[in-house]
């Protein structure tokens, strides 16, 4: 409870194991009132005894066991009367039950978040990241046709934690609270075409388009002008469907490239978050081990693995189906994204009215998010660079939106402590 006092969730959760402190709150009270109660019963056996053995009277014992007599303020005031231990009795139970009803609502205001006005500070951050990264690092090339890579084991740990969304460790572990910068890395650039708006139109009711594809994501390289290794990422989906089933067709063309570009660097504590942005290029940077001319067992280079990558989770495609007898149409999906990006809330009178949203932006960003991965793992820390970082703080020095205990937290901690400072020394 101290630590997560005043300090920011990102600052306290990785030491609780995630559990709220409102959480831990409930749990102690909760046990700390079950224990009050079976204190309390013990110290009434004991009182109930010690007046027996010292000659008290019967009305004087039924009055301890029964803890008074509560049913009106006349039953109380005979109560009372009847002997001191009895007083001692109903004062400690007293409190017992006061306590219980006000803790319960004190704990519920102790704890609340505030948040705070920040203000960046400027500072330097000695940082490493790859500007190049090795040939064959993501594996070597495969034989004709697939599989397009003999994929690394480093570049299949880098895509199982790119899907489960494992945080990425801050390896310098110099940052208080949010933290952003910029640093040239190794990544990729990306230089897209749309048919939009007009797109193609296809007839889907035309026997020849029975099996059209609807939705595609593929993946080929190719060596372009000056030789240079480029991944080409295609993306045809189904724009809009009319009433007479006559669909529009968009394709998205990516011409991908290596290069030194400038990553923004956002970093929570211990962590790095995944890329959420699109770096800008600062420069080409062509790796020859990603030329289709390479010979089966070469190594191979950043875009041979994003082509890896592309085809084993991004790529996917439905085809239309179509029931000659029925007249009924539906779209056979393969790959997750066919139906992720499937728009179910299309509106439209037509049966075969399939229509997809455009993945693009997320491909090139998951490809991104792949590259600075790759990056971060394959960067020298022994060459470390210096990066313009700034980090918020707010103005009272302290972080973020924050965990603040109140003076209701030590009012409910005091009644439970006199609580039980009282019922252990009833006897």
């Avoid at 960046?120 to 690092?137: A, C, M, Y």
């Avoid at 939705?215 to 991944?231: A, K, S, Y």
């Amino acid at each position: 409870m101290s630590h997560s006092n005043h300090t920011s969730q990102g600052h306290w959760m990785p030491k609780l194991v995630s559990v709220q402190p409102s959480v831990l709150l409930a749990i102690f009270a909760g046990i700390s009132t079950a224990s009050l109660d079976i204190l309390l019963a013990d110290g009434i056996a004991v009182v109930w005894w010690m007046s027996a053995l010292d000659g008290s009277t019967l009305r004087e014992l039924h009055y301890i066991w029964n803890k008074g007599d509560w049913r009106s303020a006349k039953d109380i005031f005979n109560a009372v009367t009847s002997g001191p231990s009895v007083l001692k009795v109903i004062l400690v139970t007293g409190i017992v039950r006061i306590t219980k009803i006000t803790v319960g609502p004190l704990l519920q205001r102790a704890t609340h978040t505030v948040r705070r006005d920040v203000v960046s500070i400027n500072n330097q951050w000695s940082w490493t990241l790859g500007q190049t990264i090795p040939d064959g690092w993501v594996g070597s090339v495969g034989n004709e046709g697939y599989p397009i890579l003999m994929g690394s084991p480093y570049l299949r740990q880098i895509a199982q934690q790119w899907q489960a969304k494992t945080p990425i460790p801050n390896a310098v572990g110099f940052c208080n609270g949010n933290c952003t910068g910029r640093t040239l890395g190794a990544g990729i650039v990306a230089t897209c075409n749309s048919t939009a708006p007009a797109g193609e139109v296809v007839d889907l009711t035309l026997p020849e388009n029975h099996n059209v594809p609807l939705f595609t994501i593929d993946f080929n390289r190719f060596n372009g002008m000056d030789d240079t290794p480029t991944l080409k990422l295609t993306v045809k989906y189904t724009h809009e469907v009319d009433s007479s089933c006559n669909a529009t067709l968009i394709t998205e063309t990516c011409n991908i490239q290596s290069a030194i570009v400038e990553y923004d660097i956002v970093a929570q504590d211990e962590i790095i978050l995944e890329l959420d942005s699109i770096p800008k290029s600062s420069s080409l940077n062509k790796s020859l081990a990603d030329s289709i001319s390479k010979k089966p067992g070469a190594a191979a280079g950043l875009l041979t693995g994003l082509e890896w990558f592309g085809y084993y989770y991004l790529h996917a495609n439905a085809t239309l189906l179509h029931n000659m007898t029925s007249d009924m149409y539906t779209f056979q999906p393969t790959g997750i994204l066919a139906s992720q990006y499937s728009d179910l809330d299309y509106k439209s009178l037509a049966n075969c009215a399939f229509v997809w949203h455009n993945p693009t932006s997320d491909i090139l960003r998951s490809l991104h998010q792949i590259a600075m991965r790759i990056a971060i793992t394959t960067s020298d820390v022994s060459k470390p660079t210096r990066v313009h970082l700034s980090f918020s703080i707010p103005l009272d020095g302290s972080r973020g939106d924050d965990l603040v205990h109140g003076m209701q937290l030590m009012a409910a901690m005091g009644l439970l402590g006199t609580e039980r400072d009282c019922v252990s020394e009833s006897p």
